[in-house]
């Protein structure tokens, strides 16, 4: 039997210092997003399944939370949002071009919980519809990264590959297209489970040990784009589909340089797959060495994906950052901002008593009003159990108008730490607190 206290595995409850430190990163997040003129979108939480199915692949699909609704509509939880926006473009061709959009929101995925690894976790994307080439990439990939740099984590490196690449190299090796998406779903979780695993895996799917071996020959360790781009063109021969993303990596590189990202931040990684099928050009992610808790951005180019909805081509490239991830990294490395831990409001309203009860709410409602952020002690009691759980609490200042100080027309204003006590007017009081605050 369920506990009824306990949450879902997978999903969390968020109390106030974390939720406080949520909310910071995310208005960082929004702030950078803005800057680089992507405009908010919002979608529903839910979706007809069959707006999900199909586009993920198929070992994602397993993990979308779908069901029958009360009006017998088979419906799902979004899995991300990069298929709402494919929606919501289709469902608006008026929208105009290039459409550059952001959504922070929550997204659910019935998957296995562990670290970095949650059911219920918020993505905070960024998309441009309309606009075919590396320019567009180049724009989402630095805002992404500016983002991190803003948010102060260190040493995050970009790891690039683009799909055409990985096709080139099946092509190569004579694999037919329909087995693909099972290689590229084997080799997407070489971070996991190793090459042996990998390995494995591809063996259980039906490839023969000459076409792993000739894979791994062709997957060199990730590197320098400027060694590594060159070396890959010299291993798959001058291959036209493989020379053009080739080239189409060179140009992304040369753009994000021009924005002054500096290329020790980036690495071509020929392994690199993202596990979605949607991909069609350039991907990404974005890892930090310590702690070793997976990407916290993904993303790339999916030039076929809002043509389901619509039976028309349209260019779009898109990434997302991982709110959560981000969280736990910030927390690891001690980066959260000073006094995420304390009370939201520096400053209490005492009540001394009934007689005195409408001077502190004429008080305290003027101090909110001046933009102080002001706790009414609405417990009441005693006044030294008032002072003692602010300073519990943490709160840095209190303010007393007892019987004494309202015939003398003043507050008492109390510094928590020092304990010193400063009478002053109300006016006065209020220039004080906002001075110190």
């Excluded at 070992?59 to 509509?73: N, S, V």
């Excluded at 084997?186 to 063996?203: N, P």
């Excluded at 781009?229 to 140009?251: C, F």
């Excluded at 702690?291 to 994906?305: E, K, M, Q, T």
Aim: aromatic fraction near 6%; charge should be neutral.
């Amino acid at each position: 039997m369920a506990n009824p206290v306990q949450t879902l595995q997978g999903m969390r409850d968020w109390l106030p210092g974390r939720s406080r430190l949520r909310a910071w990163i995310i208005s960082r997040i929004r702030e950078n997003f803005e800057r680089s003129g992507f405009e908010p979108v919002e979608t529903p939480a839910l979706e007809y399944a069959e707006t999900l199915k199909g586009k993920y692949g198929e070992e994602a699909d397993k993990l979308i939370y779908a069901f029958t609704d009360r009006g017998g509509r088979e419906v799902g939880l979004r899995y991300d949002l990069t298929v709402p926006l494919a929606r919501v473009v289709a469902s608006h061709p008026d929208l105009s071009r290039p459409f550059k959009r952001y959504h922070i929101a929550p997204v659910w995925r019935a998957e296995r919980p562990q670290r970095g690894r949650y059911r219920e976790f918020t993505q905070c994307d960024i998309d441009v519809v309309g606009v075919p080439g590396e320019l567009a990439d180049a724009d989402v990939l630095f805002t992404v990264m500016a983002c991190l740099v803003d948010l102060g984590l260190p040493g995050f490196v970009v790891r690039l590959n683009d799909r055409r690449l990985l096709q080139a190299i099946v092509a190569r090796l004579g694999i037919a297209p329909n087995r693909a998406l099972g290689l590229f779903r084997a080799l997407d979780k070489l971070d996991k489970i190793g090459t042996a695993g990998v390995r494995a895996e591809l063996m259980e799917r039906g490839f023969s040990g000459a076409e792993i071996d000739g894979l791994f020959g062709f997957l060199i360790p990730r590197g320098d784009p400027s060694i590594i781009l060159p070396e890959l063109g010299r291993t798959l021969g001058g291959r036209e589909d493989a020379a053009a993303a080739i080239a189409s990596l060179g140009r992304l590189v040369s753009a994000l340089a021009g924005l002054g990202i500096a290329s020790d931040r980036l690495q071509v990684d020929p392994t690199l797959v993202r596990g979605l099928d949607y991909y069609t050009g350039c991907i990404y992610e974005v890892t930090v060495v310590e702690p070793a808790i997976g990407s916290l951005v993904g993303g790339g180019r999916y030039d076929d994906l809002i043509g389901i909805f619509t039976g028309r081509p349209t260019p779009a490239t898109g990434g997302a950052l991982g709110l959560d991830r981000i969280i736990d990294v910030i927390e690891a490395l001690g980066l959260a901002p000073a006094g995420m831990q304390g009370p939201v409001a520096p400053v209490q309203m005492t009540i001394f008593s009934e007689e005195t009860l409408a001077t502190s709410l004429r008080v305290a409602g003027n101090l909110r009003r001046a933009g102080i952020a002001c706790d009414l002690a609405i417990a009441g009691g005693r006044l030294s159990n008032q002072l003692r759980d602010a300073a519990r609490r943490g709160v840095r200042w209190s303010v007393i108008a007892g019987p004494d100080e309202i015939e003398q027309g003043k507050l008492l204003v109390r510094d928590m730490v020092s304990g010193e006590q400063t009478a002053l007017s109300e006016a006065d009081a209020g220039e004080f607190l906002r001075g110190q605050l």
